[in-house]
């Protein structure tokens, strides 16, 4: 978008209401021509502008697009977005994102694209990444722990992503171990981390974040092993892609600052609340054949499942499926 348009929005932004051809030519200063050529270009990019003789124009609505503008206008973190790199279609943002952090991009780069042709999943899956309605993101973070430790920002990422569905909308997200986000049982989020590191530390972790927002049930992949849904078809409407990632970006920082500053311990505690599993018995089973059966009793630093079985003692749990009874 050209620097002038993007100045444009940022008045309307600020002013709200109608904004004289004036009183833009003259902040921008730029001809009156001039700023008509913007918004014409604006509206050619979807925002959807009214024009009002003798009062000016007003911006009435913006379009779901993900780019930087829309993100930062309602962006409030610290280190998350201290660089954005916005993409129409790769790979998979997390190869982008591993990439750029091993040229040595900053903490907070974060790495956004419309569509995805080989969506990365946990375990080599793929993930559906259509093109206009989700949201796929990574982010580089450069955290000061040791490699065992990393796991804990994948549970941090677990949390955020169940804020911002909080925050942005009326619905009430669950984590099942060890990273997916549910609602009502159906999958709608999924985490993939990825670590560079020495046995001594770690260099960055790449968080990858995938939200399905606004995808259709016949986008869906046919062959999926477990329930799956999106926002939008919980919600019955769609929701706002740039200021879902705002809200998400923000939780992410405020997580992370405390990260830093107090450790696992509030991420943990909060993961542990949002737990599907949260006071339940449940079932861990490896490969459809039953493994252990207790009562839920939080994860470790390292990540594992704990499960209490009684006299038999507290059990650690490192893969598995998990069914909460
Ligand atoms: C899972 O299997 O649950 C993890 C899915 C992770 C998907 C996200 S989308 C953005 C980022 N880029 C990828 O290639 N994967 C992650």
């Known amino acids: 978008m050209h620097h002038r348009a993007s100045a444009i ?13 004036e009183v833009i030519s003259r902040e921008l200063n730029v001809s009156r021509t001039a700023v008509w050529k913007h918004i014409s270009a604006l509206r050619q990019a979807g925002y959807v502008i009214e024009a009002v003789p003798s009062r000016g124009y007003q911006l009435l609505s ?18 998350m977005g201290r660089r954005f790199v916005c993409l129409a279609d790769t790979a998979s943002t997390n190869v982008d994102a591993f990439r750029l952090a091993e040229q040595g991009a900053v903490e907070g780069t974060v ?3 419309d569509s995805q042709s080989s969506g990365k999943g946990r375990m080599g899956r793929i993930w559906a990444s259509p093109a206009g309605v989700n949201f796929y993101c990574s ?5 000061s722990v040791m490699p065992y430790e990393a796991p804990q920002l ?10 911002a569905i909080e925050l942005a909308t009326e619905l009430r997200p669950q984590i099942k171990w060890p990273n997916d986000v549910l609602i009502d049982g159906k999958k709608v989020a999924g985490l ?7 046995t001594d530390g770690v260099n960055f972790v790449i968080l990858g974040i995938g939200v399905n927002l606004n995808m259709s049930a016949d986008q869906f992949p046919s062959d999926l092993r477990h329930p799956a ?15 879902f990632a705002a809200v998400l970006l923000n939780e992410l920082d405020r997580l992370y600052d405390s990260f830093r500053s107090q450790g696992f311990g509030p991420v943990r505690e909060e993961w542990q609340q949002r737990c599907n599993a949260h006071g339940r018995e449940l079932v861990v089973s490896d490969g459809g054949r039953e493994t252990v059966r207790g009562l839920f009793a939080g ?10 079985r009684g006299d038999a003692g507290v059990e650690r749990i490192l893969s598995g499926d998990v069914r909460v009874l």
Do not use: C, Y
Not at 154 to 159: G, P
């Open 154 to 163: 994948t549970f941090l990422s677990a949390v955020a992503v169940a804020r």
């Open 62 to 79: 913006a379009p779901d697009v993900l780019n930087v503008e829309e993100i930062e206008a309602h962006l409030k973190a610290v280190v």
């Open 192 to 198: 993939l981390n990825e670590m560079s590191a020495e």
């Open 229 to 243: 849904t999106s926002l939008r078809l919980e919600l019955g409407r769609p929701v706002a892609r740039a200021r």
């Open 299 to 308: 994860i470790d630093g390292d990540g594992a499942l704990l499960v209490d």
């Open 9 to 21: 929005l940022r008045l309307f932004r600020q002013e709200g209401g109608f904004l004289s051809g």
């Open 111 to 113: 790495v956004l694209a």
């Open 139 to 143: 982010v580089v973070l450069r955290p």
